[in-house]
């Protein structure tokens, strides 16, 4: 068994907390949580034939007030990069993050949630948007907390691209 330390990061009330408590405890609450500095959970799963053990940091989110403290960042095998699906300007905000993360700690691991995929009337993302993403080598995935939507599914798949190290590191976005 081997453990892999994962970071939550995007903009703020997005649903990184909501996400980690879907994912690790099967849960969710309507309550909003703002994160203060880091949350630590953690969950082991089966990736191929590796036990993996993933510790999930919790990040708080960035926005104009407090940027993402990307000291929590060092160590990190990936990182789950989250969005929200109904509020187009927190992908564009995303990018930004990502582009942070990159130039602190080089290309990493990382899959992209497009959150609140419940909210299909008021989703703003383009599916050609998404479908350029993933032409690009991102892993990109609708999810959802409330319904558990693709949240397995994601971590699955980060989990995958951490063991598989370099060649699972996707290029930079441009911003939309």
Known sequence: MIQKKICMVGPVSVGKTSLVARYVHSLFSDKYLSTVGVKIDKKTVQVGDTLVVLLVWDLAGDDDFQRLNLSY??????????????????????????????????????????????????????????????????????????DGVGVDAAFRELARRVLDGPAAKPGRATTP
């Open 73 to 146: 960042l060092r160590g990190a095998s990936g990182y789950l990069l989250v969005a929200d699906g109904s509020r187009y300007s927190t992908l564009v905000d995303a990018f930004e993050i990502q582009g942070r993360i990159n130039a602190l700690v080089g290309p990493t691991p990382f899959v992209l949630a497009l959150n609140k995929a419940d909210l299909v009337t008021e989703w703003e993302i383009p599916d050609p948007q998404i479908a350029d993403l993933t032409s690009r080598g991102w892993g990109v995935f609708r999810t959802s907390a409330k």
